[in-house]
């Protein structure tokens, strides 16, 4: 049994605030948190002192392709891995695997691959083998972006292997996924969309909009099936005009629907995330990443699911010059927004609360709080991360 009180300058929960803040640790679990001098630290414990530094839950990514070299789809253990270890060390905690449309074939072995390293991530993991090894981010389950999604919208998901949404093909995603899907992107105005949104729904997932041409009737339609999130907005969606609003007009203005934003600067106009911002609350926006192979790498040629593509000034593209995701860290996407005016509170519930929130994990996942696991990310004065614990393991 192990025992830590983490001792910092202030911790943001993220919904309050403490100041000269206390975390108490045990087996990998927050037992307890509040003032310094509320909480008493057993003889066996050990107490470490942050007292430059203001603790934040750890981050958890509903929408990340890969990092460190390597790609989910790989769905081995080593890439994996590498992924969860390249993120942790920029305090993401947690993450759900998310794939990239390709041939079922590929795609079902992926998703069997990742479904069994989430069963075994932690089996041979005790917190001393764990720390040697290197503590990573936690795989909570995966997130199938296509191939259901729209042929006029599809970025740079390959044409060839997109389909129409089928209760039938998902049943066989369900099956590889062996209780581990989270997440379905889908674009509603295709054939078969409801019917699938409703099979998804029925297996407890998260029904997401994206990658879709769809009108503001066939995006409300969507949502009155339980579709409750929307995948990087204004990214791979019709355009919004006055008198044609679309599936972002319905975002904006469906308080039941979260919005994920990229945040890196390069995918989203300054001025188009502030009103996302404004028109959601900070309640309803959650920044992922994307991030893809190149995450924590230099520029050069990477795989996206089973298609190359080009890093250059940490931006990539495919071989038609389409944005290819992201070398986004969830770190920067912190920076970049308290940078556009958000308050370090409302960007760290971006980051923490509303992901978890989104996937029913917020009592285990992304706050401060007893009984959460001990997912824990020091930020100094400028923002960088200082320290990482995921489940109570230091990241090194």
Known sequence: MTIQLLHCKRALTPTAEIADAAILIRDGVIEAI?????????????????????????FVDVHIHGAGGHDVMEGTPEALRT??????????????????????????????GIAKYIGEQHESCDAGSEARAGAGAEVLGIHFEGPFISAVRRGVHPAEYLRLPSAEFLDQLLQAAAGNAAILTIAPELLG????IDAARKAGMVVALGHTDATYEQARAAIAHGARHAVHVYNAMRPFSH??????????????????????????????????????????????????????????????????????????????????GSTLTLDRALRNIVALGASLCDAVRMLTLNPATLLGLEFKKGSLRAGADADIVLLDDRLLVSGVWTRGVAVH
């Not at 001098?37 to 107490?47: F, H, R």
């Not at 942790?88 to 069997?112: E, F, I, K, Q, Y």
């Open 34 to 58: 509040g003032s310094r001098d509320s909480i008493v630290l057993p003889v066996d414990g050990q107490e470490i002192s942050a007292l430059d530094s203001t603790a934040v839950p750890g």
């Open 83 to 112: 992924i969860t270890r390249t993120v942790a060390t920029h305090g993401t905690t947690s993450m759900v695997a998310t794939t990239v449309t390709a041939a079922p074939d590929a795609t079902l072995r992926s998703v069997a």
């Open 193 to 196: 969309a409801m019917p699938c």
């Open 243 to 324: 008198r044609d609003s679309g599936v972002i007009g319905a975002v904006l203005t469906s308080s039941e629907v979260s919005a994920e934003l990229i945040a890196d600067n390069v995918h989203v106009d300054e001025a188009a995330m502030r009103l996302l911002l404004q028109a959601k609350g900070a309640g309803r926006v959650i920044l992922v990443s994307d991030g893809i192979s190149a995450t924590g790498m230099p520029d050069g040629k990477y795989q996206l699911g089973n298609f190359e593509v080009t890093v250059s000034g940490g931006i990539c593209r495919n071989a038609e010059g389409k944005l290819a």
